[in-house]
């Protein structure tokens, strides 16, 4: 089974960088999408990025604002999510996503990473 597990957290002041890593145990093949969602208290889960298995492609929601690069290294079997330029905004626990018809429930969640944004 598919296993996803997030670490690369931790407190930053505004202006500064992080880098997200994603561990995935296990093999996935075929199409699948990886993705990047954060939530804050009190506020719904949200998408912050996307990269499609066909072509690479990937996707940001709008707040990223160029901020934010979604990758991987399939050789290592990981997914980054490097944010540059953080805002206060961006504080919220950080979960990896895969989404694939081969999961028996569709898709896999990480157990989150706390991102703090503060001076």
């Known amino acids: 089974q598919v296993q996803l597990v997030e670490s690369g957290g931790g407190l930053v002041q505004p202006g500064g960088s992080l880098r997200l890593s994603c561990a995935v145990s296990?093999?996935?093949?075929?199409?699948?999408?990886m993705g990047w969602y954060r939530q804050a208290p009190g506020k719904q889960r949200e998408l912050v990025a996307t990269l499609s298995s066909v072509g690479g492609s990937t996707d940001y929601a709008g707040f990223v604002k160029g901020r934010f690069t979604i990758s991987r290294d399939s050789v290592k079997n990981m997914v980054y999510l490097q944010m540059n330029s953080l805002e206060p905004e961006d504080t919220a626990v950080y979960y990896c996503?895969?989404?694939?018809?081969?999961?028996?429930?569709?898709?896999?969640w990480g157990q989150g990473t706390q991102v703090t944004v503060s001076s």
């Open positions: 996503n895969i989404a694939s018809a081969r999961l028996t429930g569709g898709a896999i």
């Open positions: 296990g093999s996935i093949f075929g199409f699948y999408v």
